[in-house]
């Protein structure tokens, strides 16, 4: 069964720093894209950026291109989020999704595997 535990989230100041950590468990995840969405209140949930486990493509979202970082350890099952110069409006709760695909898909319906989540909250 797969699993997929994040944490790494909390309270930060705006202009901070966080790293967001999923370990990953259940199966073998080469042939998957590993991505990292959001959820801010009264919002929809919002594609962040994915990696595919293989190849170590990555693709991010414009909002948080420069300032987030997507990587794997394959040796550790894990996958993490960088998150630098956070502001205000990336407060959410942060999931990650497990997709199998052999382009880094973006779309949340093509993700069949989703964490509990963990929340984020940056402070102006």
């Known amino acids: 069964q797969v699993q997929l535990l994040e944490s790494g989230g909390g309270l930060v100041q705006a202009g901070g720093s966080l790293r967001l950590s999923c370990a990953a468990s259940g199966r073998t995840f080469s042939g998957y894209v590993m991505g990292w969405f959001r959820q801010a209140p009264g919002k929809e949930r919002e594609f962040v950026a994915a990696?595919?486990?293989?190849?170590?493509?990555?693709r991010h979202a414009d909002s948080v291109k420069g300032r987030f970082t997507i990587s794997r350890d394959s040796a550790e099952n894990t996958v993490y989020l960088q998150m630098s110069s956070l502001k205000p409006e990336d407060t959410a709760v942060y999931y990650c999704?497990?997709?199998?695909?052999?382009?880094?898909?973006?779309?949340?319906?093509?993700?069949?595997?989703w964490g509990q989540g963990t929340q984020v909250t940056v402070s102006s």
């Open positions: 999704a497990a997709a199998y695909s052999n382009v880094v898909v973006t779309t949340i319906s093509r993700y069949n595997y």
């Open positions: 990696i595919s486990w293989s190849a170590g493509w990555t």
